[in-house]
């Protein structure tokens, strides 16, 4: 890039429903691609996005981090009013912040952090249509916070990848791991330094299992430790998955905005 190019860091929340996930692609509609046409009419030259992480299809996102480096000159204001003007309803600019040269919203991330949020009553929600997963029947949320502590920790997560999974390696660090209520809605918060192509969804599957009673915690430990993602229990769905943020080194953290953890409809701001 020319000297005078500028990066910038933006926060994005995006309902995933309509769209085939974050990346651009050629012959579906991506969330990328959606946001780079809007940004490239603002600065009237092409301009590339790249996210902290690659949403499935059909995922949500709170506050997804991307970057850009531009040579135009707009104002934080133009930027945002600009882009959401011209962005889809589904789609939104939270913020946007300049950054030095050498961030990168993907690379730079030391972690990255999911919400899925099922919805448990036994009728089916309108209002909230596609942004939970509706399970009408009871479980075991007991068994299931403490069967969640098992993802907590340095594993092989080879049985919750996808067959399509494009990894190197299949190794990650969990963090946190935690499974509540919250109301009639069951929240799993999960951070890492990164995630398996829908290593989330196989997870909360996996959970789904032993709130059921289909599964224990010992039966679960040892399909993770397996390695094998024909033994464990079905994908659970998009429907309920929120990317809500990415973080980075200090140097880096101390620049971007501290926006409250989405959805905010759930009242959980921590």
Known sequence: MSDGAQTYAVGIEFIGTRYRGWQRQEEVV?????LENALSKIAN??????????TDAGVHAGNMIAHFTTTAK???????????TLLPDDVALRWITPMPSDFHARFSAIA?????????????????????????????VAAMIDAA??????????????AACQSNQPVRTVSHADLFMH???????????GFLHHMVRNLMGALFAVGQGELNKDELLAIMHAKDRSLAPPTA??????????????????????????????????
């Open 112 to 140: 990255r952090r999911y919400r899925y949020i099922t919805l448990n009553q036994p009728y089916r929600p309108a209002l909230l249509r596609h942004q939970v997963t509706h399970h009408y029947a009871s479980l075991d």
């Open 183 to 193: 109301g009639a809605y069951l929240v799993l918060d999960i951070q890492a330094d």
């Open 45 to 54: 030259e092409p301009i590339e996005l790249i996210a902290a992480g690659r």
């Open 237 to 270: 769905s998009a429907d309920g998955l929120y990317f809500i943020n990415a973080y980075y080194p200090e140097r880096f953290q101390s620049l971007l905005p501290d926006a409250p953890l989405t959805p905010l409809w759930l009242g959980i701001l921590e």
């Open 149 to 162: 502590k098992l993802f907590v920790g340095t594993h092989d997560f080879s049985s919750f990848r996808a």
């Open 30 to 34: 991506g969330v990328q691609a959606v």
């Open 74 to 84: 707009r104002s934080i204001h133009s930027w945002m009013r600009g882009a959401n």
